[in-house]
């Protein structure tokens, strides 16, 4: 299962991300950490990610922002 931590609807970097996902047919939730929620951001920085959105799966290290070649490998590697 992949997992999107997103800043929200208006996150342009978040929704490219789950476009690309459902283009992909690759199945992910969606959990939106709210501009308020500074113990899930501060926990989240703590990890070393510093932008939005962060992907994380069972099969490729985490990642965060758009990054359509990590998106890429994820998508191998799911197939696999």
């Excluded at 920085?45 to 998106?71: C, H, N, T, W, Y």
Aim: proline share 2%; with cysteine; hydrophobic share 45%.
């Amino acid at each position: 299962m992949v997992t999107v931590f997103s800043a929200g609807k208006a996150c342009v970097q978040c929704n490219a991300t789950t476009r690309w996902l459902d283009g992909h047919g690759i199945a992910y939730r969606v959990i939106e950490v709210a501009a308020d929620d500074e113990d899930t951001r501060d926990q989240l920085r703590e990890l070393g990610f510093m932008q939005f959105p962060i992907v994380r799966s069972s099969v490729i290290a985490a990642f965060s922002g758009f990054r359509p070649d990590k998106l890429d490998e994820l998508a191998e590697a799911v197939a696999r």
